[in-house]
C-alpha cells in the first residue's frame, strides 16, 4: 500500500483485514494466486504494495518464493504476524530495488493509482522491469476510471454504501486526481479516511510499460480471464519484458 502511513498506518493496518474481510475471501483471491502461480513458475514473485499479504501469503503456501515491498511498516507488521514465508520490506515501489531476479512482479487492487504523479507512476514500470528477468511479467490490477457514470460537471461516483461504511470517489479530470473518501460511522461518530491517487487508462498504462521495456501481453476484465470489455469496472493486465 504505497500511499504511506498517513493512510495505511497503526490506526487503519490494525483493521485492514477485518474492514477489507470480502477481499480476503478465497474466492476472491484464489483466481489471482491461480495466475501469478504459473506466471511465476519455478521463479520467485515480487508484490509491489504487499501490505499485510492478502496475495502474497497464499502465494507463498502455494510453494513459490514471494518478497513484498510496501511502505507502510504497520502494514508490515501484521503480515510478519501471519507468516515468516514472505519476505517483507519497508519501501516505496517506485524506486526500492531488491537483491535477485523475478519471473512476476505484481500491483493488485488499484494501488498503481496510489502513486499520485505520472512520473512516480512511469517509475514503478521502470522499477519492476529492472527486477524481472527477460521473458518475466509484471501484472496490475487496478479500475477503470468511471468517468461514463459522471454527468457533465459532476464529480463524485459512489463506491461503496453500507449501514457502518460509504465510500465515495471524487474525480479530477483536469488534473486526472481521483480522492478515495471513505467515511466509517463508528460508536455514534463518522470517522473519514482520505485517499489521494491519480488515476490512468488502460492506454496510458500500455504506454509507461512501453517505456520500461515492457509490451502487453494479455488483458483481462478479471482474474479468471474474463474479456475485456468497454463494460469492464477493472482489468487484470500481463505485460511482457522484452
Known sequence: MENGEGFFGEQVAARYDEVSSDMFDTAVTGPAVDVLAKLAGDGAALEFAVG???????????????????????????LREKTQAVEALVGDMATTKVDGEFTVVFLVFNTIFNLTTQDAQVACFENAAAHLTSGGRFVIETRVP????????????????????????????????????????????????????RYAWPAELDLMARLAGMRLEHRWGG?????????????????VKT
Open 52 to 78: 499485510t499479504g492478502r496475495i502474497a501469503v497464499p502465494l507463498a503456501d502455494r510453494g513459490v518464493r514471494v518478497v513484498g515491498i510496501d511502505n507502510s511498516a504497520a502494514m508490515l507488521d501484521r
Open 223 to 239: 482474474w479468471q480471464g474474463e474479456p475485456f470489455t468497454a463494460r469492464s469496472s477493472s482489468h487484470v493486465s500481463v505485460y
Open 146 to 197: 468511471e468517468l461514463q457514470k459522471l454527468p457533465l460537471g459532476q464529480t463524485i461516483v459512489n463506491a461503496r454504501s453500507e449501514p457502518n461504511r460509504i465510500s465515495n470517489y471524487v474525480y479530477d479530470v483536469v488534473t486526472q486526481g481521483l480522492l478515495a473518501q471513505h467515511y466509517f460511522f463508528e460508536d455514534g461518530k463518522v470517522r473519514s479516511s482520505p485517499v489521494p491517487m
